[in-house]
């Protein structure tokens, strides 16, 4: 599918080279002197080389039409290397490789039972993308003492799968949170 340059948008899937490359950064600059181009910085999807390019903004870009299926993880494999994924619709099982999961932060939110988005090219998966938010439990975080600051700050806390997360000082060890996956933010507390 062709697009103009002025709508690549973060995540897009495009066809550079006869490689696919996933779009990290964007940004559109109009110099002064001559015609406005896009900066588009890009991450090779199977050995993960970056590059910067610029597209004039005239250009047409070849964005790869992806076909994106709900899947279902069952459980990990090979020391987490590899997830068994069900599709919701047929059932069917297949094995995915951790490394579709292009940031390596929102890898360690993987678990049982989460519904996820396996986007394919050509019947290959390419890209897996997970819920924008997950339950999690708090571990360990310090406990606060009354009146230690005068303003409202947040404290260290770490997860039970290992991810550290600035919360809120009313948050105690045990409890349940809602995470925003990308960016590892604190949303709220799980209503009981």
Request: avoid cysteine.
């Given at each position: 599918m062709q697009i103009n340059a002025n709508d690549i948008r973060i995540g897009n899937i495009i066809d550079h080279d006869n490689r696919l490359w996933l779009v990290l950064k964007t940004m559109h600059t109009q110099p002064g002197k001559g015609g406005a181009y896009m900066q588009v910085e890009m991450k090779d999807i199977k050995n993960g080389t970056k590059i910067n390019i610029r597209y004039r903004s005239s250009e047409t870009i070849s964005k790869?039409?992806?076909?994106?299926?709900?899947y279902q993880i069952l459980y990990t494999d090979n020391n987490n290397k590899i997830f068994?994924?069900?599709?919701?619709?047929?059932?069917?099982?297949?094995?995915?490789?951790?490394d579709l999961i292009t940031d390596e932060?929102?890898?360690?939110?993987?678990e049982p039972e989460m519904n996820i988005i396996v986007e394919f090219?050509?019947?290959?998966?390419?890209?897996?993308?997970?819920?924008?938010?997950?339950i999690a439990t708090v571990k360990y975080c310090e406990t606060v003492i009354k009146g230690q600051t005068a303003a409202a700050s947040y404290k260290p806390a770490t997860l039970s799968n290992g991810v550290r997360i600035m919360v809120?000082?009313?948050?105690?060890?045990?409890?349940?949170?809602?995470v925003k996956i990308e960016g590892c933010e604190y949303i709220e507390r799980v209503k009981k």
């Open positions: 790869a039409a992806l076909n994106p299926k709900d068994v994924a069900m599709d919701n619709n047929t059932f069917e099982q297949i094995n995915l490789n951790i932060q929102q890898r360690l939110f993987i090219y050509n019947n290959t998966p390419i890209i897996v993308k997970l819920p924008t938010t997950v809120p000082p009313f948050i105690e060890s045990g409890e349940r949170i809602i």
